[in-house]
């Protein structure tokens, strides 16, 4: 091999190193977000402390589905779909529902750099946007949350959520998530309903 063949063997292995290292660095993120997340804590009030479940019934039922659609070498983005269980009496809140009468889903697209993403919610197939009360953001607008690692491993804080997901109240409420099994979303509708999944 000639000293001219033997240097273009090596730019054609550093090369593609090189290209990966600068896509990483121009577009870091706290952690790989996607997969199956479940809601472990939360702090609906704002008041820096976080509770936990009172019943089992309502364990690995609040539950976000991430599937990024980016290219490589593009800013993180794609969609996500969140899945609320729900009661007969309609309720979907993380205190109170009993969790027997299936998932409502939300739809949303999202973006991701550093530690932050930009959500904005859309109309999944046979679901319907929120009516938004007073002085409330209309669906669809962009929501930034901001993200922070937690001490447990695949674990991570989520500030704040979208109004009314998880009981949010759209500023200030903070949620723990911790990664899960892609098999604990397949109960829910939520991949047909936000991804067009059969």
Same mark, same amino acid.
């Given at each position: 091999?000639?000293? +001219?063949?033997?240097?273009?063997?090596?730019? $054609? @292995? *550093?090369?593609?190193?090189?290209?990966?290292?600068?896509?990483? #660095?121009? &577009?870091?993120? +706290?952690?790989?977000?996607?997969?199956?997340? $479940? @809601? *472990?804590?939360?702090?609906?009030?704002?008041?820096?402390?976080? #509770?936990? &479940?009172?019943?089992?019934?309502?364990?690995?039922?609040?539950?976000?589905?991430?599937?990024?659609?980016?290219?490589?070498?593009?800013?993180?983005?794609?969609?996500?779909?969140?899945?609320?269980?729900?009661?007969?009496?309609?309720?979907?809140?993380?205190?109170?529902?009993?969790?027997?009468?299936?998932?409502?889903?939300?739809?949303?697209?999202?973006?991701?750099?550093?530690?932050?993403?930009?959500?904005?919610?859309?109309?999944?197939?046979?679901?319907?946007?929120?009516?938004?009360?007073?002085?409330?953001?209309?669906?669809?607008?962009?929501?930034?949350?901001?993200?922070?690692?937690?001490?447990?491993?695949?674990?991570?804080?989520?500030?704040?959520?979208?109004?009314?997901?998880?009981?949010?109240?759209?500023?200030?409420?903070?949620?723990?998530?911790?990664?899960?099994?892609?098999?604990?979303?397949?109960?829910?509708?939520?991949?047909?309903?936000?991804?067009?999944?059969?």
């Amino acid at each position: 091999m000639t000293k +001219l063949s033997s240097v273009f063997a090596l730019l $054609a @292995l *550093t090369l593609p190193l090189t290209l990966a290292s600068c896509s990483e #660095e121009e &577009f870091p993120v +706290l952690f790989e977000e996607e997969g199956v997340w $479940a @809601l *472990t804590h939360f702090d609906i009030e704002g008041t820096g402390e976080f #509770e936990t &479940f009172s019943s089992g019934l309502r364990r690995d039922k609040f539950l976000l589905n991430f599937r990024r659609t980016s290219g490589a070498e593009q800013q993180p983005a794609g969609k996500l779909a969140a899945a609320s269980c729900r009661d007969d009496n309609g309720d979907e809140s993380v205190l109170t529902a009993q969790c027997n009468q299936g998932y409502a889903c939300r739809c949303f697209d999202y973006t991701y750099g550093e530690s932050q993403m930009v959500w904005r919610e859309y109309a999944g197939e046979g679901e319907t946007l929120y009516e938004p009360m007073k002085d409330d953001p209309p669906p669809g607008d962009p929501v930034v949350v901001g993200l922070r690692e937690f001490e447990t491993a695949n674990t991570y804080v989520f500030t704040p959520l979208p109004v009314y997901l998880f009981d949010s109240l759209g500023v200030g409420s903070s949620y723990r998530f911790q990664q899960r099994a892609m098999s604990v979303f397949a109960s829910t509708p939520c991949n047909q309903r936000c991804f067009g999944d059969e």
